[in-house]
């Protein structure tokens, strides 16, 4: 069973405009979460991260929400840019365990000039 | 360069012909795990080790050996491959499991076994 969902597969958005990619979890432990964004040809990248602590953290052009009541975090990014375009992978850790992350599946983004 | 190194970056091989996907890691990280990804399916994460000599099984781990006798190198063995283990294989590495800022990727291997 799938502990940390990605609904969507794949997004497209107009260069300039906002891009929300969203993650649901089921796991009421999960207190640590990350963003890591993957480029064809390449490992993921570390994007991004929260704690349960927060409900919101920003570094330049990306903002991770975190609604706990709801288990749903979302990523946005503005404006969005061409280099954007990537797999982002959500990813969920407890404290109360082995702090190993478990990964979403992943949102393909593309963003068209 | 602080990197995770995995080599080789593309491998094609036969059922059942052992081979090993190498691992190694500069920044001295105690932690090492490697996935798995597949299309539809996400990471997956195969076997990860907190430090030397300690290994254990992640969520896909059959069909999979691995080994830790040093910090750096964390590699990866198929003893005997089969096709369903075609993949992009990722390994990375980090101080301990709960790394704030993330882990680090190698930049992966794809495997097809035929």
């Known amino acids: 069973d799938q502990q940390v969902k990605q609904n969507s597969p794949s997004l497209s958005v107009q260069e300039g405009r906002i891009s929300i990619l969203n993650c649901d979890y089921t796991?009421?432990?999960?207190?640590?979460f990350l963003w890591y964004k993957k480029y064809p040809a390449e490992g993921p990248t570390f994007l991004i991260s929260?704690?349960?602590?927060?409900d919101k953290n920003e570094d330049g052009r990306f903002t991770v929400f975190l609604n706990k009541s709801a288990k749903h975090l979302s990523l946005h990014i503005v404006p969005s840019q061409p280099g954007d375009s990537a797999v982002y992978f959500c990813?969920?850790?407890?404290?109360?365990?082995?702090?190993?992350?478990?990964f979403g599946r992943g949102t393909s983004l593309i963003v068209h000039p | 360069e602080a990197q995770v190194t995995q080599n080789p970056r593309y491998l094609i091989t036969v059922t059942g012909k052992k081979l090993t996907v190498t691992c190694s890691q500069n920044?001295?990280?105690?932690?090492m795990s490697w996935y798995r990804q597949d299309p539809g399916l996400g990471l997956r994460q195969i076997y990860y080790?907190?430090?030397?000599?300690?290994?254990d099984k992640g969520d896909v781990p059959e069909g999979y050996k691995v080994s830790r006798k040093e910090k750096r190198n964390f590699p990866l063995i198929l003893e005997s491959p089969s096709p369903n283990q075609t993949s992009l294989y990722f390994c990375?590495?980090?101080?301990?499991?709960?790394?704030?800022?993330?882990?680090?990727f190698g930049s992966g291997t794809r495997l097809t076994v035929v």
């Open positions: 796991n009421s432990m999960f207190d640590y």
């Open positions: 990375a590495s980090s101080l301990t499991p709960r790394q704030t800022n993330g882990y680090t």
């Open positions: 990813a969920a850790s407890s404290s109360g365990g082995s702090y190993i992350p478990t």
């Open positions: 929260i704690s349960s602590i927060k």
């Open positions: 920044m001295n990280h105690e932690y």
């Open positions: 080790s907190m430090n030397v000599e300690v290994t």
